[in-house]
């Protein structure tokens, strides 16, 4: 009996080490040395439209010291992240993976980090330029953690992309097109958020659960406000579902704590919540929700 186990333990170790050799992600910059945009660089306009190549800044902008630090940050941790996708992708147990990536730096824009996989299913987009205002120096120590947490947060983002393909859903309404955005970007935030909201067993803060009894509010509200919404009032309540302050990301952030509570710090408990798809967010709500928060989402909201 030992013997067998020691022989499984061993083909389970030539298993991994087999796909992560299969793993391989580049480095490309979307800015080049002269300071303008590269064909692998994209970004949005202020209503999250892909930008045709035409219409972005043809003006020299090149990279500055610190973005280049940052950029350097990042690729020191590209060997450390070819290891990390099968940790990263235990919640889609039942999706092919994909193993050649592409990380693109560049500095225009105003997202920090962000994946359009529908047109790009193998790249994520790093903006420098936003790293270095909303973080600081690429050198500072705590940034290592934040950059391996962006990436994860990103790399989920093509795993969905993945998953979405096998596993088709329309989007009918404005309560589907929420729920769909607080399960994207649940799952992305539940990858990037720190030690603030989840500790080092994988377990919600203190702090995080105080935000969540206040976010688990705004979630019911805005739900329920988007069953009878015209499409202009839906615009103004999906304000905040994941853009904005970060501890009032009333989608993202509520999700991504719900699921850090089914995790208890096994990513494999995350299985059945990603195969559920976007519906299974409101199973999800009702296993975390108060009785009275409970009551108003379920007589308001029938899927």
């Known amino acids: 009996m030992k013997a067998m186990q020691l022989l499984l333990i061993i083909l ?4 991994s080490s087999t796909k992560a050799e299969e793993n391989k992600i ?16 994209i970004e949005f306009d202020s209503n999250g439209e892909l ?3 035409d219409k972005r800044s043809k003006n020299e902008k090149k990279l500055t010291i610190k ?23 235990v919640p889609y147990a039942t999706t092919e993976i994909p193993r050649r990536l592409y990380v693109v730096v560049g500095n225009r824009g105003f997202m920090d980090a962000f994946a359009h996989p529908t047109k790009y299913p193998s790249k994520m987009f790093f903006n420098l330029s936003v790293f270095v205002k909303s973080y600081g120096s690429g050198k500072d120590v705590k940034n290592k953690n934040r950059i391996d947490r962006f990436f994860a947060h990103e790399y989920t983002h093509l795993l969905q992309y993945r998953w979405k ?23 992305g935030h539940f990858r990037s958020i720190s030690n603030k909201w989840k ?4 377990h919600i803060t ?7 009894k206040s976010l ?11 069953t009878n919404a015209t499409d202009d009032e839906a615009d103004v309540l999906m304000k905040g579902l994941s853009m904005g302050p970060f501890n009032k990301k009333w989608g993202a952030l509520t999700v991504a704590l719900w699921l850090v509570k089914e995790a208890k710090g096994n990513d494999e408990n995350l299985i059945k919540w990603v195969d559920l798809g976007p519906k299974g967010i409101m199973i999800l709500a009702n296993n975390h929700l108060s009785e009275e928060l409970k009551a108003k989402l379920n007589n308001a909201v029938k899927l």
């Open 12 to 15: 389970v170790l030539i298993s």
């Open 26 to 41: 580049t480095l490309k910059y979307g800015v080049n040395k002269s300071g303008y945009v590269t064909d692998d660089w």
């Open 51 to 53: 930008l045709a190549k």
């Open 67 to 89: 973005e280049q630090q940052w950029a350097d940050l990042i690729a020191s941790r590209i060997s450390i992240w070819e290891t990390q996708l099968d940790q990263i992708a």
């Open 165 to 187: 393909i096998q596993n088709p859903y329309e989007l009918t309404n404005h309560v589907e097109r929420a729920l769909n955005g607080s399960y994207k970007e649940g799952f």
């Open 199 to 202: 500790d080092d067993n994988g």
């Open 206 to 212: 203190e702090h995080a659960e105080k935000t969540l």
């Open 216 to 226: 688990e509010a705004v979630f019911v509200e805005r739900m329920v406000s988007l």
